[in-house]
């Protein structure tokens, strides 16, 4: 069965320093993987997706992510954490069709 | 460039009263799923369709009931709602002619029930 888990529900940085948010998923063939971001009572907006060919991708905001296959993760970073990227993260996943399965998310904190 | 319209973005019914969500995908889009998403929780898939036939269900309530027009705009109907309905409802699309598995979320409902 599929599932995407997200290592840590919250994470808080200082205005200026790495993002790093964990995403692993498990799947029994290599999936679609996606970031959103979720801001308050906003819809989901789409960060980035790796679906084949380079693992780095890059996505808006200055994010992006690697797919790891070997690590079956999919962490998402940034080099330079910015006041307005405070919001939820949600990594997801899809096999190759119409469901795609979401991690629990991520409350991002950026401190002054 | 347009984005998925969600409507209405409020909504406010008392308990077993009835619902009506709307959702207009992007243009040329032709796949639409609904999803719940209860406080601090994450989107949880409800249903989908493709080219205005059910393609999927998830955690759907009996109580719910969706589908797809002509136009691709679909409607989720909730009937006997109850207090543990309220949520935020999102739906999303994407292009079945293209990467089906990019989904593009709407603004989404809140959905209040008292």
């Known amino acids: 069965a599929q599932s995407v888990t997200q290592l840590g529900s919250h994470v808080s940085v200082s205005e200026g320093a790495l993002v790093l948010l964990r995403c692993n998923y498990s799947?029994?063939?290599?999936?679609?993987l996606f970031w959103y971001v979720q801001y308050p009572n906003q819809g989901l907006q789409l960060l980035l997706k790796y679906t084949t060919g380079a693992t780095l991708v890059k996505g808006i905001n200055g994010f992006e992510a690697e797919f790891k296959k070997s690590e079956t993760s999919f962490h998402l970073t940034k080099p330079s954490a910015h006041m307005s990227d405070a919001a939820e993260y949600f990594c997801a996943a899809n096999t190759g069709g119409f469901k795609t399965i979401f991690g629990a998310g991520t409350r991002l904190f950026v401190k002054a | 460039a347009a984005g998925v319209i969600q409507s209405p973005r409020h909504l406010i019914k008392e308990k077993r009263e009835t619902a009506t969500l709307k959702c207009y995908p992007i243009p040329r889009h032709d796949t639409v799923y609904w999803y719940q998403q209860g406080p601090g929780q994450d989107p949880q898939f409800l249903i989908s369709?493709?080219?205005?036939?059910?393609?999927d269900k998830g955690s759907i309530p009996d109580r719910f009931s969706a589908q797809q027009f002509s136009d691709y705009h679909s409607e989720l109907n909730m009937s006997s709602l109850e207090l543990g309905d309220s949520a935020l409802y999102f739906c999303?699309?994407?292009?079945?002619?293209?990467?089906?598995?990019?989904?593009?979320f709407g603004p989404g409902t809140r959905l209040l029930v008292l």
């Open positions: 369709f493709y080219e205005k036939m059910q393609s």
């Open positions: 799947s029994s063939v290599p999936p679609y």
């Open positions: 999303a699309s994407s292009w079945a002619g293209g990467e089906i598995e990019t989904q593009y």
